[in-house]
């Protein structure tokens, strides 16, 4: 599962502190003493955007099947992946470590409530790609969005 | 299969045609190869005749680009108009332009005898009828004015090209003076081919069926008009007692008549005789359908070529009442209820939703369906003749009596609840509609993606014949 943590480290939008921890690091840099919360967020995040993209391309009313219909259901996947990173960081605010919580040798916060808004944001990047990619395995199958989203919106003359 | 020539005298004789060609439009089966037409009216100007021929030419323009030999599911269209052998459709009636009836057979140049037996038979109204729209409800002047078709080339030219197994179909009215006097003579003339003519043997001997319409309609009273319609009854009896006495050549004859429920406006003839599509044409075209589903050993004729077994029919409906589809016997049903419901599908599509879906739905994109498409000629001509079946089944219904089977102009979000007495059935998708049209065109459309741009147009019309006939049968559940 180590895949998912691979995937977050290349959209560190949040302090480093905050991808060891959640990686499973513990204080002393060891890796997975700790429970690798990537995985769960990964599978979440995989699990989400999966389903919408699902509900795109075979649950869906078939006059909403163009680029914008697309575009909206993307937006709801980033939106809900966002909350998805930033609720799992939240639940997990009294666990953190000192280590991790404070920048080394003071009493200043490195992970605040605005560290878990960004992780949010880089949990939405991860989700778009997810998206992306179901898009373009499922598209064939779809009775009515199978051109949707790249040749719905090439002009048609 | 064979040939079938199918005769249209007068102005009923037109629209029966105009109804069938509506029924082969629909996919209506018919046990022909082809169907030759052929209008008998002096009356070129009429406006039944004209919009028939119309119709007959612009069915024939987009069958021209639709293949039938594949092994394909497509029915509309599927049956063969041939207008090569008689491409004006009529059968000229020369001399009677600009004429009077006294001039045409030259009353003051006949004996003193001669023009005193012509009194007798021909009254002076009569004699000084302008010819020019037909014989005005005079069937006198029609079985005078009509043997000339026996010399006519175009006569020649029809017999000529009749084969082996081919049949014949006349269809005419009886209370009127084109129809009236021109059976009896087509019919004779046929029989009696002249043997100079090619195949005359053949015509001779061909199978024949025809129907006669009785009267169905009126004329409101108009003292400016040659025709009166309250003749109709005492001009029917006359020629019906004259067809018990003298015709006998039909292998087939049918009768069809309805109570007299509306007045049409009286006019003579010319452009202005446009009549409503009536019930009674729709089911004369059947018994187009039915004589063709007859097997030859019951139209069999003797050595004088007189049927040996002649069969006379008639057709009946549930109940005395407005007409749909569950006044219908179930085998009149069983022959146009999916046909004409598939066709009313497709037509209300182009007419309604065709210029909003093909820019973004993927059975457009799949078959290159674009604005070039959409300002073919193919594209217009098809929408036209949509246009003109959905015009068609509305005269029908608002005709009397009503044969309304459809409800044309049933709301968008109500689509499949378009046939009457039928309620849609639950399918299991989220669309409904045009949005459940759009959906199985989609599907249909992904075993097509191999197909042409050369193919396009056929491929246009077997895509909306197999989606039709998807949600006809899962929504309307007509198997």
Redesign the interface.
Known sequence: MEIFSKIYSWFVTYPESLYQFLSGLDCEMVEESNTNQFILIGFVTLFVSAMFCLLFYFVRHSKYNGFLSWFVVLLLDAVTSWLVGWEICKSNEGNIPDCFLYKPGTLDLQIDSMAYVAFGFSNTIVAVIWFLLFSVILKRFSTDCRHTPWKSIWPRH | MAKLYVFGIGGTGARVIRSLTMLLASGVKIDADEIIPVIIDPDRANGDTTRTVELLKSYVKIRTDLKFDGGKANRFFETKINLDINPSVFLPIEDTQDKRFDEYIGYNGLSKSNRALASMLFSKKNLNADMQVGFKGNPNIGSVVLNQIQSSQIFRNVISSIQQNDRIFIISSIFGGTGASGFPLLIKNIRQADQHINNYAIARSASIGAITVLPYFGLKDDPDSAIDSSSFISKTKAALSYYERNLNEANVLYYIADKVKKQFDNYDGGEKQENDAHIVEVISALAILDFMSIDGQYLQNDANNNPINPAYKEFGIKEDADVDFSKLGDVTNAIIKKPLTQMVLFSKFLKEKFSSSY????WA?DLNF???FSHSPFYNEIKEFGNGYLIWLKELALNERKFEPFEITIPENELFSLVQNIEPAWVAC??SNY??F??RL??CA?SHIAHSDSDKNNNFVQLFYEATKILVEEKLRMN
């Open positions: 820019k973004g739905q993927p994109k674009d604005d070039n989220l669309d949005d459940l759009n959906n989609n599907k992904k």
